[in-house]
């Protein structure tokens, strides 16, 4: 900025977490550089699986970490892109055909006029939900096959398949409620594993195949990408929380005192615990201190974290595309902060692993997010720059005693409708600039 003001990008994440919420305000230099101006975090008490159960703790902790995000940015908020997630959430690869113009020549409405077609098939479960996605995958015209970008080539006729997210539509305003109680706007709405993989794969990894396997709080969302885009996801409903309660039941201790346990001293794999030395735990509530070596952790967290990797396991098996998996499996998330975690996900998967941080940001605050855990928050800005239209200004930063930072013009609905419209383009920006 100069002397207080100058035009740039802004963007804020929003990711609302079964364990936290974090904010995060990014600008878009000249360069095309992304830098974190403002970083917030607060603990979430307001979900389960990554569902709203109560309305008044989840506003509270989005205004928390939102303002904390403002103050270290010195910008007001006032809209967010928030991500998306849990069982509600169904992806659905839907086809389509249609005749090419009479130019007979491909252009970007005949792609549209695609996608549309397949996302019309599926009306007939759309009466309770909303489409989140609509992502093209490949496409056939005439008698080509696997063509990722149709456009500019000649044909009578062009078949393609489209990957189809839909939310149930009341989880969706639940957590739209929430946002818009605290204060703030939608601007945009990304499925959590979506953003993940955007912030964590490199781009050979995705043209080769691969899966992103993200461990939060309350679920465990899967990802697979192959010929750059994204074939399969499912959401499963074991994670961290778990494996927290396993170590409070197992241990006969309180919750935040078992969490504490698994952070500091949490092994999820016996062959890679080094030194089971004994550790003491106190301040229970008057209660006498007592001790347990670190072995009896470690085997309570490699019976969860096993079963969480089994499950992934058979999703993949299940999805026809685990064979095609060339590149492996990356994990991210707090669960992926586990000493032992990577070489358990080798064990039980099968595949090569390696742990994900985000990528793609740079200067700033950028270290503040340089954890697996922030992979979804990072993503969710990520996304939201692609999704900027090029046509439309750049935003003005302000100071925090201006008025409010508008993050879109557009409102919630109309910057879905900008989405859908531009995303055959964004979907190819999105893997070549990873």
């Not at 409102?411 to 600039?433: A, H, P």
């Amino acid at each position: 900025m100069t002397n207080g003001k100058t035009k740039e990008q802004f963007v804020v994440g929003l990711d609302i977490g079964t364990t936290k919420v974090c904010c995060v305000v990014a600008k878009k230099d000249e360069f095309g550089k992304i830098h974190v101006l403002g970083v917030g975090k607060s603990k979430s008490e307001g979900l389960q699986r990554a569902t709203v159960v109560n309305i008044n703790r989840t506003v509270d902790a989005i205004r928390e970490a939102v303002n904390e995000a403002s103050h270290t940015s010195s910008i007001k908020i006032k809209g967010v892109n928030v991500g998306i997630s849990g069982e509600h959430v169904q992806c659905i690869k839907s086809s389509a055909e249609i005749t090419i113009n009479p130019t007979q020549i491909v252009n970007h409405n005949d792609v549209m006029r695609l996608v549309e077609k397949a996302k019309k098939s599926l009306e007939h479960l759309n009466m309770e939900r909303r489409v989140i996605h609509s992502i093209p995958q490949e496409f056939i015209v005439d008698d080509q096959e696997g063509v990722l970008d149709p456009i500019g080539m000649a044909g009578q006729s062009m078949r393609g398949s489209v990957y189809v997210v839909m939310g149930m539509i009341s989880k969706i305003r639940n957590i739209e409620q929430c946002i818009e109680k605290a204060g703030l706007s939608v601007n945009g709405m990304t499925f959590e594993p979506v953003a993940s993989g955007l912030a964590v794969i490199k781009g050979r990894e995705q043209k080769s195949g691969v899966v992103v396997i993200d461990i939060g709080g309350g679920t465990t969302d899967i990802a697979i990408y192959r010929r750059g885009a994204i074939r399969y996801s499912e959401v499963v409903k074991i994670a961290g929380c778990d494996v927290t309660n396993d170590v409070a039941i197992g241990l006969h201790t309180l919750e935040d005192v078992a969490e504490e346990l698994k952070v500091k001293h949490g092994c999820a794999y016996f062959p890679d615990l080094i030194h089971d030395e004994e550790i003491l735990v106190s301040d229970l509530e008057g209660r006498p201190p007592k001790s347990f070596r670190k072995s009896v952790l470690t085997n309570i967290i490699e019976a969860r974290m096993t079963e969480i990797f089994e499950r992934v396991r058979e999703s993949l098996k299940k999805s026809g595309d685990y064979q095609y998996l060339n590149a492996g499996a990356i994990i991210t998330g707090g669960g992926a902060l586990l000493q032992g975690t990577q070489s358990l996900a080798q064990q039980v998967l099968g595949l090569d692993v390696r742990i994900g941080t985000p990528e793609g940001l740079d200067g700033g605050m950028k270290g503040e997010l340089n954890s697996p855990k922030y992979a979804t928050v990072a993503g969710l800005v990520l996304r939201a720059f692609r999704d900027m239209p090029i046509e439309q200004p750049p935003h003005e930063a302000v100071e925090e005693n201006e008025p409010e930072l508008e993050t879109s013009k557009a409102s919630s609905n109309e910057s879905q409708k900008k989405s859908d419209k531009n995303i055959f383009d964004r979907v190819k920006d999105w893997f070549d600039q990873i």
